[in-house]
Each structure stands twice: as structure tokens, then as C-alpha cells.
């Protein structure tokens, strides 16, 4: 019972000095594989401290991201509103790549229902409908990365 307890001791120590290792020489990742043991960090660089879902009011937001979109997506705004993205990360249209998209273009959507996922520093967080609409037009490629109030979906009511 003894050894037990100081095999996992020496695994917390190894990974706090892999830690502090990391942290002194400003790596991103490590990797250590020594016979059963694997241990691997990644540095996530991320300021906000707990993200929350929140959709800002389509009329405010509007404006500001007409400057900030790209040429295309800029000409599709005067047609309809927009659902926008409520954080950063990674958005995917599906809940696993071999399943089908949440919505497509030209469905109807019902307040509450989940339209995509963005994932936030290992976390999958649905993004669900606040208003019943249609899907006209989706605006991000499945797997890149979103910035918070950036255009998801092209959406009429």
C-alpha cells in the first residue's frame, strides 16, 4: 500500500516540475512517455475567466460588424439578421464529424433549439436559437475559429 501511495506521489511531483519546466521556459505543450506514464500540458491562452452564452440585440450589433466582416459577408447582412457567436473557439456545425449538421440552410429553426456547438478550452457549448427563424445562410466553415459577436448563421424571422 505504501509503494502505491508513493508512485502517485512521485507522478504529482513529476507533473508539477514538467509544470514549472513549461512555465520558465514558455512552451506551449510538453509531452512525457516514460513505460505506463504519459503526461502532456498545453498552455490555453484564454483572458476571460468563465465565458457566458449571450447574444447581443441584432439591431446594436449590426453596425459594428458590417466594419469588421469580410467583403462577403458584408453584402449579406442588409439581407436579414444574424445570430452571432456568444464567445471565442471553435465552431462546428455538427456534434461529431460523422453526424449531420444541427441545421442546414433553409431550415426552419425553433426558439431553443441547438443550432451549433463552439468549443471553448475543451468545453462543447451549445449555441441554441434564441427566436424562431429560418437559416438563410451559414457564415462560418465548420472547424475554425470564431470571435465573440462574429456572424454565425444569416437568419430571417
Not at 440585440?57 to 466582416?69: G, Q
Amino acid at each position: 500500500m505504501k509503494k502505491t501511495a508513493k508512485t502517485q506521489e512521485t507522478a504529482f511531483d513529476q507533473v508539477q516540475k514538467f509544470y514549472q519546466f513549461m512555465n520558465s521556459n514558455k512552451l506551449e505543450v510538453i509531452e512525457f512517455s516514460k513505460d505506463s506514464t504519459y503526461i502532456k500540458l498545453v498552455r490555453k491562452h484564454n483572458n476571460a475567466v468563465h465565458p457566458i452564452p449571450v447574444f447581443a440585440a441584432p439591431a446594436a450589433a449590426v453596425p459594428a460588424a458590417k466594419a469588421a466582416a469580410p467583403k462577403p459577408q458584408a453584402a449579406a447582412l442588409p439581407a436579414g439578421e444574424t445570430i452571432k457567436a456568444p464567445m471565442s473557439g471553435i465552431f462546428y456545425r455538427s456534434p461529431s464529424p460523422s453526424s449531420p449538421p444541427y441545421v442546414r440552410e433553409g431550415a426552419a429553426v425553433k426558439e431553443g433549439q441547438v443550432i451549433c456547438v463552439i468549443e471553448a478550452m475543451k468545453v462543447f457549448n451549445e449555441i441554441k436559437a434564441e427566436f424562431d427563424c429560418v437559416i438563410e445562410k451559414v457564415l462560418q466553415e465548420n472547424g475554425k475559429p470564431v470571435e465573440p459577436n462574429g456572424d454565425l448563421f444569416l437568419v430571417k424571422k
